[in-house]
């Protein structure tokens, strides 16, 4: 049954209970139930439908942040300590209780991505310091752990 079907559905039971002549109060009290019924479960399966939409969303937003692929500058700009460091300042960003959560997806996302970024250099990659101004995540790199 449609949305639309069991507003018309709840409507023809309401005006039943208000105008069928010769039913007890009993009945009455019964098809306002049904209706009332009627009327929640539509508004349940709304809210499982919107809830299932977001949560494909954030799925959706955590996938794009995740094949998120940082500039090759950053490889440039941070070695693979800071790069772990970043993943993890990140991650804890994400689970702040005060973050939405599309913002929880994303920098959960930017994490992995930081993490598989730090993969493929491996640890003993640590570049000299840059002579020139880094991305904002590079000096986030380095100054989170004084080397900025």
Same mark, same amino acid.
């Given at each position: 049954?449609? #949305?639309?079907?069991?507003i018309?559905?709840?409507r023809?039971?309401e005006?039943?209970?208000?105008?069928?002549e010769?039913?007890?109060?009993?009945?009455?009290?019964?098809?306002?139930?049904?209706?009332?019924n009627v009327?929640?479960?539509n508004?349940? /399966?709304?809210r499982?439908?919107? @809830?299932?939409? @977001?949560?494909?969303?954030?799925a959706?937003?955590?996938?794009?942040?995740?094949?998120?692929?940082? @500039?090759?500058?950053l490889?440039?700009e941070?070695?693979?300590?800071?790069?772990?460091y970043?993943?993890?300042?990140?991650?804890?960003?994400?689970?702040? @209780?005060?973050?939405?959560?599309?913002?929880?997806?994303?920098?959960?996302?930017?994490?992995?991505s930081?993490r598989?970024?730090?993969? /493929?250099?491996? #640890?003993?990659?640590?570049? #000299?310091? #840059?002579?020139w101004?880094?991305?904002?995540?590079?000096?986030?790199?380095?100054?989170?752990?004084?080397?900025?």
């Amino acid at each position: 049954m449609t #949305p639309q079907q069991r507003i018309a559905l709840a409507r023809k039971l309401e005006s039943r209970a208000e105008t069928a002549e010769g039913l007890s109060s009993e009945k009455r009290i019964e098809l306002r139930r049904a209706a009332k019924n009627v009327l929640a479960l539509n508004a349940l /399966e709304e809210r499982r439908n919107q @809830s299932k939409s @977001s949560a494909e969303g954030l799925a959706r937003i955590f996938d794009q942040t995740a094949e998120q692929r940082w @500039s090759e500058d950053l490889r440039e700009e941070l070695g693979y300590r800071h790069m772990i460091y970043m993943a993890d300042v990140f991650e804890g960003w994400a689970f702040d @209780s005060r973050m939405t959560p599309e913002w929880t997806a994303k920098l959960a996302g930017w994490a992995g991505s930081m993490r598989r970024l730090a993969e /493929e250099v491996g #640890p003993e990659w640590d570049p #000299p310091r #840059p002579t020139w101004r880094p991305s904002i995540v590079g000096f986030l790199g380095r100054k989170l752990l004084d080397e900025g």
